[in-house]
């Protein structure tokens, strides 16, 4: 018989506890809270921080080049700019991994794969130069390889448009664009601008994705407009150099000045170098000599001499002195003239260049008056300009005088000076008896302020005695310009041995001189040192290069000729057959 089949018993519904709905609901709004206390920790308390770790995780801040400041002439023309050019640099960590492409890399940039590997191990580790300021153009084509690590930035390299003719006074910086040497050093800060910065993403590989723009400009260093006028800049060198090449001297310097306001029209010195490649390029061997050679300056300071006897009232302007000795005795002392006179006025003393009538008109002098004269005339001490190297000379206190240096001091040994010292000192003659200071800096000349060191009657007559020494038959005679009347004095001097004497045959010639002489406007020292061959005269080794920058500078100014002056000049008339025979040699062109 069948059965029906059987069912369980129907379970009653158990109802579940309430106090389960209330644990998860309060589970879940504690981890609410939780995952919201995290939050607020993260964004409000501890935001700052990590968004500052983020940002050096992807943004980059990226340098943007300062242009320095050029430095120009007295009209605007460039002595020295900054170019921009490229610096390739890598990240090691990246590159090394490379290696099958640096033959490629070398290759552009013309050096061996063992320099290459070279130059990436010896930078930081995440940092190296490779190529410091190449050409745009070059740095493109290494770039253009696309190998992951390889990086360029833009740089700026400085230029010296006058090359060799100004780099002892200009200077050059380093290949960071510090000033090290010259100009540039002196002034650094004003040259140096403020260096930008912009803030970008950069991947993995250090490839910029893209620019925030700049967080703050970049600021350009100040333009630094100099008194030189680099086309008398250019005169006085080739000049310059060309005297010390043909007597073959050791070196050479010059200062061309504005005899009012104490302007440096050119500042030279020979040898010099390339700034703009200077592989040779040795310290003691390029300086700026003009502030930097100090030397026993020899007959050029007895003007000096005369118008301290002058104002003190020593020696009348009409005072003569009995030269006519072979050898006047001071102490132990022979003191000698090259040719002997007989009775010479003051005129005549500085036209023949009398030793022994410049020592007999100091030692009728107060020594205190004529260290007074010089100190005032600037020798002795810097001349405030602030170049690298600059010499003070040396000027000793006049109570260490004896009788034989209050002697030597008339004519130019016992104390020691720059060819600056020269120019400037000789500049106050020229200026009526007012002593201003040299200036490197085009200014406003207007009101230009000075000090007088002498009296005007005695400049005035020292102007007229000078000119005496560009005449015929005077030992500067080669300094002579045709139309113009040239004052000025030579000077020739035994170089020291440094143990106490002199050297045999090695001398320092000088001509310092002014025009033109009636209304004097400009002034130049001329030292060419050491010359080996030829006449070693300062008439004859200096003087020239006097004439021939002089001349160019008088026609650059507009100061005219004066037509009565052009029917005599030197190349016509000749006091003695041994003027005749040095302007047969070529010596009054030798800077032609």
């Keep these: 018989m069948n059965r029906a089949p059987a069912y369980p018993a129907k379970i009653p519904a158990r109802a579940l506890p309430a106090w389960r709905a209330t644990a998860v609901w309060a589970a879940v709004t504690l981890a609410f809270a939780a995952v919201m206390a995290q939050a607020w920790r993260a964004q409000v308390e501890h935001g700052p921080f990590l968004r500052d770790q983020g940002a050096q995780r992807y943004l980059r801040h990226f340098p ?351 104390l020691s000076v720059t060819p600056l010292q020269l120019a400037a000192a000789y500049a106050a003659i020229a200026n009526h008896g007012v002593y201003v200071a040299p200036t490197l800096i085009r200014q406003d000349t207007s009101s230009v302020n000075g000090i007088r060191i002498m009296p005007a009657p005695t400049a005035a007559r020292l102007s007229r005695w000078l000119s005496g020494v560009t005449s015929p038959g005077g030992t500067g005679f080669l300094a002579s310009i045709p139309g113009y009347q040239v004052a000025g004095k030579t000077g020739t001097s035994i170089m020291a041995n440094g143990k106490g004497g002199f050297h045999k045959n090695l001398v320092n010639t000088s001509f310092v001189g002014f025009a033109p002489a009636q209304d004097p406007r400009l002034v130049m020292a001329v030292v060419v040192r050491a010359p080996t061959q030829g006449w070693r005269y300062g008439g004859v080794v200096a003087a020239p290069v006097f004439r021939v920058t002089m001349a160019a500078a008088l026609q650059n100014m507009g100061i005219q000729p004066d037509p009565s002056l052009l029917k005599t000049t030197a190349k016509h008339s000749y006091s003695t057959a041994a003027e005749a025979q040095q302007w047969a040699e070529g010596a009054g062109d030798a800077a032609h």
């Design 64 to 414: 943007l080049p300062v242009q320095r400041g050029p430095i120009v002439d007295r009209d605007g023309k460039p002595l020295a700019l900054s170019v921009p050019v490229k610096t390739l640099w890598v990240d090691p960590q990246l590159f090394i991994h490379q290696e099958n492409q640096w033959p490629l890399v070398a290759s552009a940039l013309g050096i061996s794969v063992n320099e290459l590997h070279d130059r990436v191990n010896t930078g930081a580790s995440h940092f190296a130069f490779i190529a410091r300021q190449i050409s745009p153009e070059r740095a493109e084509k290494i770039t253009a390889l696309h190998i992951p690590g390889l990086h360029s930035l833009t740089e700026n390299r400085r230029y010296y448009p006058a090359g060799s003719i100004a780099a002892p006074l200009i200077g050059f910086t380093n290949v960071d664009g510090k000033g090290i040497e010259g100009l540039e050093l002196t002034y650094n800060q004003w040259l140096t601008g403020k260096a930008g910065e912009e803030t970008g993403l950069r991947d993995n590989y250090g490839h910029p994705l893209s620019l925030h723009g700049p967080s703050r400009s970049a600021q350009p260093g100040k333009v630094l407009t100099l008194s030189i006028d680099r086309n008398l800049q250019y005169v006085a060198y080739t000049a310059l150099a060309s005297a010390v090449q043909r007597f073959q001297a050791r070196s050479g310097a010059a200062v061309l000045m504005n005899a009012r306001t104490g302007e440096v029209l050119a500042m030279v010195s020979y040898p010099a170098f390339n700034p703009n490649d200077r592989h040779d390029y040795q310290a003691g061997l390029y300086n700026n000599r003009a502030v930097a050679d100090t030397f026993e300056p020899g007959s050029v300071m007895k003007p000096f001499t005369i118008a301290a006897a002058l104002d003190d009232n020593s020696i009348q302007p009409d005072s003569t002195f009995n030269v006519n000795t072979n050898c006047f005795r001071v102490a132990r002392f022979c003191i000698q003239d090259d040719v002997r006179h007989n009775n010479l006025d003051l005129a005549q003393v500085l036209k023949y260049s009398s030793n022994i009538g410049a020592a007999k008109i100091s030692l009728r002098t107060p020594p205190a008056d004529l260290f007074q004269m010089l100190h005032q005339a600037g020798f002795g001490q810097g001349s405030g300009l602030g170049l690298p190297g600059e010499s003070a000379g040396m000027l000793p206190a006049w109570q260490g005088w004896d009788i034989a240096r209050r002697a030597a001091m008339a004519y130019g040994y016992g």
